[in-house]
Every structure is written in structure tokens, then in C-alpha cells.
């Protein structure tokens, strides 16, 4: 048989992988080299080695979610923007998000200059690593807040007619036309949450709370803003730039926990910033393979697990106000929800072929 050489090749793993794996190399040689400039021994330099390593993994399951979620808003950018994505985001994911993060938090927390803060990490990182354990905090509290917003928001939606848990989500797109309904939820869950905590621990959460169900609606907006400005622009010049920044703070937002669950492994920042840092490339990679293969519209469920791993991701981040809840546990729940939904979608595709046979 001819093959037809104008047909579109289906790009291979690799392809989407390429640099994702280049990144790997390149981070765990700068890993095993910074160990041996900080021990000057071998075996130090393999235990950066391998903590760079376990970072990445680590980084991979907290935010495979966060790829499904990614894909979603993804697949309705023009190729520019998928591209920019994909290089802009990630300098942004890597140097803002596990850098510049950490740095503003304790300069903040710690009410000294950036520079200060930047000292800190390259000279005390025990002190350094204890200030970004104090602020957790809030950050969890913040970061709780804008993802519970953002997995309430898929499900609260009158024009979502396919539903993964059927009793559950069928109720809540019918209840979706009540307008601010997700809103005030989550400032239920905000008091029930503040009330179990006492005296300043209490005004913190309670406040970092309040600042992220804020930062999503503000976000909305601009997006909102920004992309009503494309619609304007010529067909070329068009490309999603409102959704765009709503997939960097969302990114923000994912990578809290990750960026404070890395310092139970390490207190060097340079350390998590490589280690993290290898993680989102895999999470950018697989977001483009998710949009190039349609794998979202095979698989009618996996976003639906997606986002109710963000609810739970959500949760998590709350309960972690009240007590210790390891990485591993966030990372096997998102996870397991994902991995059911893709087999729901695997079994619903068999069936509606089974039907489809049988009509013919």
C-alpha cells in the first residue's frame, strides 16, 4: 500500500520529550557538580545527584494534574501562544515560581531585602529553610483558595452536559445559574477552617485566604480583559494572551506545595530550583502531547479527574493549616483520581464502540 506522504505524521514521545530530557541531563550534572562544590566529596555529589532527581519525580506527580488542566485551556490557543507557553512559561515557571518565589517570601516574612534574602539561601540555608516553613501558612491557605476556585468553576457550569460522578456533578451544574454560588463555598470552608485555628494563626489563614479567592477573581478579569483585547486584534496578530497569564498564576499555583514540600529534602534553593525545575519541563511537554494528540476529547474523562484532583489538592492545602500532610499522600490522591478516570474513559469508549458495531 502507497502511503500518503501529505498526511499528517503523529509526532513520537520523544519528539515531545526532546528537551524535557535535555533539561534532565543538563539539571542533574549541575546537581552532582554543586554537591561537589559544597562537600568536595563524591558521595556528596551523588546525593544532590539523586535529590535533584527525586525532586523532579516529585514535582511530575504533584502536577500531572495540573498538565490535564493546562491542555484544557491550551487546546483553544493559536500555535503561537502554545509555543510561548511552552518557552516564555517555562523561564517564568522556573526562575519565578522556584527562585523568585521563595526569595519574596522570606524577604517578606523576614522583613529584609531581596538581596538579603538571596544571602540567606547561598549562606544560611538552615535559617532560610525555616522562614519558608513559618510562612507555609499562609501559602497553603492562598494557594487552597485559588485552586478550589478553579475546580469549583469547571463543575459549577449550566452548559456542562457530560458528567464522570454522575450524583454529584449533575447537581452541581444545575445549581451552576446561581450566580457567585462557587464564591461563597469557598468562604465557607474559609471560616470553617479559620474557626478551628486560634489567635494569629487564625487572622493568618483567614487572611491569605480571602487574598487568593480575590487573586482568581482579579485573574478572571484580566483574562477576561486581555482576551476581549485579541478579539479586536487581526486574525494574525490574535493569539490568547488573557489565557496565557491565567496558566502562569495557575502554574503559580500548583507549584506552593511542591516548592515548600522540596525543603524536607533539601534546604538549598539552587538544589529545588534545578530539581523542580526538570519536574515542570516534563509538565510543559506533556501539556503540548495532551493538545497535539486530542487526547482530552478521546479520553471524555480525564479532565473531569483532573479537576476533582484539584478540589482535593485544595483541601489538602486547607487541612495542612490544622496538620502535617506529606507530598506523597497529595501526589498518590491526584494520582489515583486521574488514573480512574482515564480508565472510566477507556471503558465508555469501549462500549460506545461495542454499540456502534452492533448498529451496523
Known amino acids: 500500500m502507497i502511503r500518503d506522504s501529505?498526511?499528517?505524521?503523529?509526532?513520537?514521545?520523544?519528539?515531545?520529550?526532546?528537551?524535557?530530557?535535555?533539561?534532565?541531563?543538563?539539571?542533574?550534572?549541575?546537581?552532582?557538580?554543586?554537591?561537589?562544590?559544597?562537600?568536595?566529596?563524591?558521595?556528596?555529589?551523588?546525593?544532590?545527584?539523586?535529590?535533584?532527581?527525586?525532586?523532579?519525580?516529585?514535582?511530575?506527580?504533584?502536577?500531572?494534574?495540573?498538565?490535564?488542566?493546562?491542555?484544557?485551556?491550551?487546546?483553544?490557543?493559536?500555535?503561537?501562544?502554545?509555543?510561548?507557553?511552552?518557552?516564555?512559561?517555562?523561564?517564568?515557571?522556573?526562575?519565578?515560581?522556584?527562585?523568585?518565589?521563595?526569595?519574596?517570601?522570606?524577604?517578606?516574612?523576614?522583613?529584609?531585602?531581596?538581596?538579603?534574602?538571596?544571602?540567606?539561601?547561598?549562606?544560611?540555608?538552615?535559617?532560610?529553610?525555616?522562614?519558608?516553613?513559618?510562612?507555609?501558612?499562609?501559602?497553603?491557605?492562598?494557594?487552597?483558595?485559588?485552586?478550589?476556585?478553579?475546580?469549583?468553576?469547571?463543575?459549577?457550569?449550566?452548559?456542562?452536559?457530560?458528567?464522570?460522578?454522575?450524583?454529584?456533578?449533575?447537581?452541581?451544574?444545575?445549581?451552576?445559574?446561581?450566580?457567585?454560588?462557587?464564591?461563597?463555598?469557598?468562604?465557607?470552608?474559609?471560616?470553617?477552617f479559620a474557626g478551628m485555628l486560634d489567635g494569629e494563626e487564625a487572622a493568618t489563614f483567614f487572611h491569605a485566604a480571602i487574598y487568593g479567592l480575590l487573586t482568581f477573581l482579579l485573574v478572571e478579569v484580566l483574562a477576561g480583559m486581555l482576551d476581549a483585547a485579541d478579539e479586536a486584534m487581526s486574525a494574525a496578530a490574535r493569539g490568547g494572551v488573557g489565557a496565557f497569564v491565567y496558566l502562569e498564576v495557575l502554574d503559580a499555583s500548583f507549584s506552593f506545595d511542591g516548592v515548600i514540600g522540596a525543603f524536607a529534602l533539601t534546604q538549598n534553593l539552587f538544589v529545588i530550583a534545578i530539581g523542580l525545575g526538570i519536574g515542570a519541563m516534563y509538565v510543559r511537554s506533556m501539556t503540548i502531547m495532551l493538545v497535539d494528540r486530542k487526547t482530552l476529547a478521546e479520553y471524555r474523562y480525564l479532565e473531569h479527574g483532573a479537576f476533582w484532583a484539584i478540589l482535593i489538592l485544595a483541601v489538602i492545602m486547607y487541612a495542612q493549616a490544622l496538620t502535617h500532610i506529606p507530598e506523597a499522600v497529595t501526589g498518590l490522591a491526584g494520582a489515583a483520581l486521574i488514573g480512574i478516570s482515564l480508565w472510566s474513559s477507556i471503558r465508555h469508549k469501549a462500549a460506545d464502540a461495542a454499540r456502534h458495531d452492533l448498529r451496523r
Not at 511530575?60 to 490557543?77: E, G, H, P, Q
Not at 517570601?105 to 547561598?122: Q, S, T
Open 6 to 192: 501529505t498526511a499528517p505524521q503523529r509526532r513520537s514521545l520523544f519528539s515531545y520529550l526532546r528537551w524535557a530530557v535535555i533539561t534532565t541531563g543538563f539539571g542533574l550534572i549541575l546537581g552532582g557538580w554543586l554537591g561537589w562544590q559544597s562537600t568536595g566529596t563524591a558521595a556528596g555529589a551523588v546525593s544532590v545527584f539523586f535529590i535533584c532527581a527525586v525532586l523532579a519525580v516529585l514535582e511530575i506527580s504533584l502536577s500531572f494534574d495540573n498538565a490535564i488542566v493546562n491542555a484544557n485551556k491550551l487546546r483553544n490557543m493559536t500555535p503561537v501562544w502554545q509555543k510561548r507557553f511552552l518557552t516564555w512559561g517555562i523561564v517564568i515557571a522556573v526562575f519565578g515560581m522556584r527562585i523568585l518565589f521563595p526569595l519574596a517570601i522570606v524577604a517578606i516574612a523576614a522583613g529584609i531585602g531581596p538581596v538579603e534574602a538571596l544571602r540567606l539561601a547561598a549562606t544560611e540555608p538552615g535559617e532560610y529553610a525555616r522562614i519558608m516553613r513559618e510562612a507555609h501558612l499562609g501559602i497553603a491557605a492562598f494557594g487552597g483558595s485559588f485552586l478550589m476556585m478553579v475546580g469549583l468553576n469547571f463543575f459549577f457550569d449550566h452548559e456542562k452536559d457530560v458528567h464522570w460522578v454522575r450524583f454529584i456533578e449533575r447537581h452541581m451544574a444545575r445549581v451552576a445559574t446561581i450566580r457567585g454560588v462557587e464564591v461563597a463555598i469557598v468562604l465557607v470552608l474559609i471560616l470553617i
